[in-house]
T-cell receptor
Framework: ETGVTQSPTHLIKTRGQQVTLRCSSQSGHNTVSWYQQALGQGPQFIFQYYREEENGRGNFPPRFSGLQFPNYSSELNVNALELDDSALYLC???????????????????FGPGTRLTVL | AQSVTQLGSHVSVSEGALVLLRCNYSSSVPPYLFWYVQYPNQGLQLLLKYTSAATLVKGINGFEAEFKKSETSFHLTKPSAHMSDAAEYFCAVSETGSARQLTFGSGTQLTVLP
């Protein structure tokens, strides 16, 4: 148990629709990352939020967007769904800040169980 | 840019045998390195991490990994496999000094045979 929850657990949408996935982080974790894990692949970094601002983005188009709220919850929104968006979406909650720090410092990422999105 | 290569998408071992899962990385700066385990229909659980301290890292459930800079490797081992070790294992790399993005390998599915 990491204390990170995600909802819903499963979701089915059709191509062109919009979807919102939710994540509830551990209390005090002010940084959250989102990852997409396609079937048979490793997770790919979508973006990270720190204190409600986007703070790093992977190679995903703008139709992938996010929000982070003061109560340690966050959302991943995907517009104009495509078939290739079918995947497991993971959020990871991180303690402390996400700025640069010494090499001896590492803030562990705690992953939620994921939301399985199927686009038909 | 950083990347991770996991050799062998599927590995099978007998119960009680040595587990060896291979990971090679590429990073332009000194890396942080990680192994995660994923059980069916679950998220990722951290097994162990290398963050520039000791090169031999011990993790949970009897797993350990050795950071070898000259070989750019971070292979995961366990002396004696247990049935409960059957899962998917991911190696990941991150830049030092940051909790930013993890770059994952494509994973290795470990099967433990009775």
């Amino acid at each position: 148990e990491t204390g990170v929850t995600q909802s819903p657990t499963h979701l089915i949408k059709t191509r062109g629709q919009q979807v919102t996935l939710r994540c509830s982080s551990q209390s005090g974790h002010n940084t959250v990352s989102w990852y997409q894990q396609a079937l048979g692949q490793g997770p790919q970094f979508i973006f990270q939020y720190y204190r409600e601002e986007e703070n790093g983005r992977g190679n995903f188009p703008p139709r992938f967007s996010g929000l982070q709220f003061p109560n340690y919850s966050s959302e991943l929104n995907v517009n104009a769904l495509e078939l290739d968006d079918s995947a497991l979406y993971l959020c990871a909650s991180i303690t402390g800040g996400s700025g640069t720090s010494g090499p001896e410092t590492y803030n562990e990422q705690f992953f939620g169980p994921g939301t399985r999105l199927t686009v038909l | 840019a950083q990347s991770v290569t996991q050799l062998g998408s599927h590995v099978s071992v007998s119960e009680g045998a040595l587990v060896l899962l291979r990971c090679n990385y590429s990073s332009s700066v000194p890396p942080y390195l990680f192994w995660y385990v994923q059980y069916p229909n679950q998220g990722l659980q951290l097994l162990l991490k290398y963050t520039s301290a000791a090169t031999l890292v011990k993790g949970i459930n009897g797993f350990e990994a050795e950071f070898k800079k000259s070989e750019t490797s971070f292979h995961l081992t366990k002396p004696s496999a247990h049935m409960s070790d059957a899962a998917e294992y991911f190696c990941a790399v991150s830049e030092t000094g940051s909790a930013r993005q993890l770059t994952f390998g494509s994973g290795t599915q470990l099967t433990v045979l009775p």
